[in-house]
């Protein structure tokens, strides 16, 4: 038995830039992301029944890989070059549809369970690149590549996005002050409000005319807003770190204009005056988490309380994608 653990993502900012109908537009995105402390587990197991047995959400039973209804776990068993006699469980700790990059994670950890069931040699940056290659390539979805490879690598770190398809990564050189106060510091908040990310982006790659030409404008202002996010994280400026999540979530408001939204700016606008320097939605859009940083964080707990949004603790995660169970 191989069990794979794979770390969730929050974006720090140019969130956004690392899709394919941007970076190939532009020449290139840029982003900072974190890898944190809550995973998606998944179990590859011998199946003596000789067949397929998938347990997610549901459960399956499939005579060959081309039988297999999950399209994730379908393109996975057949990039790994299994056909028969496996079973793939999974579980996370945290529901998909909340905008921490689930499905990046969940790709990630199938594809390292299965490489190891079959003894195959792969670095963390080479899983990274194959998840993208399935969920952008073979089965097309509108999503961009931060979330497979935070996944896989782990650590804060930054991400430019080339056209044509390349993508360079790098730590982020924080001092120990800076890292200990930003794990401190930075708090989510569940709206309760889940939607698949992919819907939520293939309304904005639909976009055309003066439409698409105002959307390309905000990401070039989000990517530079990435570039001062990693300034004002090397730099220490933590305080500065903040106002810059708000810039970001002002510009996904501007792309994004909802009803659900509008909820969304109204508990970030009650954050900051609760203390928050600063706050955002994490992922796509259209629910899912608020991310602050607050220096003092009583107030604004409670005042999130209130609101009726649970708090989740986190902590960033350094390892990336592991191999935790082998045997």
Request: glycine share 16%; proline share 2%; net charge neutral.
């Given at each position: 038995m191989i069990i794979t653990r794979t770390p969730l993502r929050i974006s720090l900012g140019g969130g956004g830039t690392d899709l394919p109908s941007y970076y190939e537009r532009a020449g290139h995105g840029f982003l900072i992301a974190a890898a944190i402390t809550k995973y998606v587990y998944i179990a590859v197991n011998q199946n003596f029944d000789d067949d397929i047995l998938l347990k997610y959400s549901s459960i399956e039973r499939a005579a060959?890989?081309?039988?297999?209804?999950?399209?994730?776990?379908?393109?996975?068993?057949?990039?790994?070059?299994?056909?028969?006699?496996?079973?793939?469980?999974?579980?996370?700790?945290?529901?998909?549809?909340?905008?921490?990059?689930?499905?990046?994670?969940?790709?990630?950890?199938?594809l390292k369970a299965l490489h190891m069931y079959r003894h195959h040699g792969m670095s963390n940056a080479d899983l990274a690149a194959e998840a993208c290659r399935i969920e952008i390539e073979q089965l097309g979805e509108p999503v961009g590549k931060q979330d497979q490879y935070i996944a896989a690598l782990g650590g804060i770190r930054a991400f430019t996005f080339n056209a044509g398809g390349t993508v360079i990564h790098e730590p982020v050189a924080l001092s120990a002050t800076t890292r200990n106060e930003l794990e401190e510091n930075l708090l989510l908040f569940y709206t309760g409000v889940r939607r698949s990310a992919s819907d939520v982006l293939a309304e904005e790659r639909g976009h055309t005319g003066a439409a698409s030409s105002n959307l390309s404008d905000n990401l070039d202002q989000t990517r530079d807003l990435?570039?001062?996010?990693?300034?004002?994280?090397?730099?220490?400026?933590?305080?500065?770190?903040?106002?810059?999540?708000?810039?970001?979530?002002?510009?996904?408001?501007?792309?994004?204009?909802?009803?659900?939204?509008?909820?969304?700016?109204?508990?970030?606008?009650?954050?900051?005056?609760?203390?928050?320097?600063?706050?955002?939605?994490?992922?796509a859009g259209g629910g899912g988490f608020l991310m602050f940083y607050a220096d003092h964080k009583a107030h604004l707990r409670r005042t999130m309380a209130d609101e009726g949004l649970a708090e989740l603790r986190f902590r960033v995660d350094d390892e990336g994608s592991a191999v935790t169970v082998t045997h």
């Open positions: 060959t890989v081309d039988d297999v209804n999950h399209p994730l776990l379908r393109e996975c068993l057949r990039s790994t070059g299994m056909q028969q006699g496996i079973e793939i469980s999974s579980m996370a700790d945290i529901p998909t549809g909340t905008g921490l990059g689930s499905s990046g994670s969940f790709t990630v950890g199938v990435g570039y001062r996010t990693l300034e004002a994280l090397q730099s220490g400026d933590l305080g500065k770190f903040g106002t810059l999540l708000t810039e970001q979530w002002e510009l996904k408001y501007a792309r994004q204009r909802n009803a659900t939204h509008d909820r969304v700016d109204q508990l970030i606008r009650q954050g900051i005056t609760a203390g928050a320097a600063g706050g955002k939605l994490i992922g």
